[in-house]
């Protein structure tokens, strides 16, 4: 199985001393747990932003679809897929 690529990030913060050596002797200063990190704040930001959509569809729902539109949607997305299909 392929690696996914991967880009260097030099990254320098300012920690007040005490959490800066709290952070290194709890081994968060590493790149696997940075990389943890900035992975769980991404997920978070999504949930974050699929929330706020929720909330927004909520307070203003979208009309329901007949049978016939949802049938178009179907048809639509079947042409788009054989039309990527082709060379």
């Known amino acids: 199985k392929d690696l996914p690529a991967m880009s260097r990030v030099n990254v320098e913060i300012e920690l007040p001393d005490t959490l800066a050596t709290q952070a290194k002797k709890a081994g968060l200063l590493e790149p ?3 990389e943890r990190m900035v992975r769980e704040a991404l997920l978070a930001r999504r949930l974050e932003s699929l929330a706020e959509g929720r909330e927004v569809l909520a307070a203003k729902p979208l009309p329901p679809m007949t049978t016939e539109e949802i049938q178009a949607e179907i048809d ?3 042409a788009d897929v054989r039309r990527a299909a082709r060379p």
Do not use: N, P
């Open 32 to 34: 696997e747990a940075l």
């Open 76 to 78: 639509a997305y079947r």
